[in-house]
T-cell receptor, first 119, second 111 residues
Framework: GAVVSQHPSWVICKSGTSVKIECRSLDFQATTMFWYRQFPKQSLMLMAT?????????EQGVEKDKFLINHASLTLSTLTVTSAHPEDSSFYIC???????????????FGPGTRLLVL | QKEVEQNSGPLSVPEGAIASLNCTYSDRGSQSFFWYRQYSGKSPELIMF????GDKEDGRFTAQLNKASQYVSLLIRDSQPSDSATYLCAVMGYTGNQFYFGTGTSLTVIP
């Protein structure tokens, strides 16, 4: 399957700072990437859909000015958590849409995730 | 109504038994169906996909799809303790622009 990487894997920061998380498709081009957040023992929550060269589409309840998404190239999407607070501490996971890697259509592959702890 | 529904479990089976995980979906026009495995503290990993009615086998895993009943399942034969994880069902909608994930079923295989 396709490989998606994330960097960093762990972030610890002080309240009020901004944190940037990178999501890269390593062996394919991804016109669409997704950003999810997962709190402990809870299910995945889609935050936004990131499309290369255009503005991201945010899910209801997700503040676009708080979670800035930039998909400037076909292999890189970034999520910046601005002015992070302790309640933003979570597991952030990106995924990439891959088209044509299997019979029948497209698939979504996940990065390894980034754990954010805001003190 | 949620797009994709799964029994949250937890589901416990003894080692060597068959684990059966179930998923229903609401969009009758859905095209493709996926099963992801998520170990605690890790991101989801794709293990199976199916898009035609019937069964699809891959090693110890069998995915079953019944579009008329809007039902997809995952069978794990000869369950191993290493299969203990949360299994997420995902459905690709008719337009292909959205994946819908279930909340996951927690499986524990008891040695």
């Amino acid at each position: 399957g396709a490989v998606v990487s994330q960097h960093p894997s762990w972030v610890i920061c002080k309240s009020g700072t901004s944190v940037k998380i990178e999501c890269r498709s390593l062996d394919f081009q991804a016109t669409t990437m997704f950003w999810y957040r997962q709190f402990p023992k809870q299910s995945l929550m889609l935050m936004a859909t990131s499309n290369e060269g255009s503005k991201a589409t945010y899910e209801q309840g997700v503040e676009k000015d708080k979670f800035l998404i930039n998909h400037a190239s076909l292999t890189l999407s970034t999520l910046t958590v601005t002015s992070a607070h302790p309640e933003d501490s979570s597991f952030y996971i990106c995924s990439a849409r891959v088209v044509g890697d299997r019979e029948g259509g497209e698939t979504q592959y996940f990065g390894p995730g980034t754990r954010l702890l805001v003190l | 109504q949620k797009e994709v529904e799964q029994n949250s479990g937890p589901l416990s089976v003894p080692e060597g038994a068959i684990a059966s995980l179930n998923c229903t979906y609401s969009d009758r026009g859905s095209q493709s169906f996926f099963w992801y495995r998520q170990y605690s503290g890790k991101s989801p990993e794709l293990i199976m996909f199916i898009y035609s009615n019937g069964d699809k086998e891959d090693g110890r895993f069998t995915a079953q799809l019944n579009k008329a009943s809007q039902y997809v399942s995952l069978l794990i034969r000869d369950s191993q303790p290493s299969d203990s994880a949360t299994y997420l069902c995902a459905v690709m909608g008719y337009t292909g622009n959205q994946f819908y994930f279930g909340t996951g079923t927690s499986l524990t295989v008891i040695p």
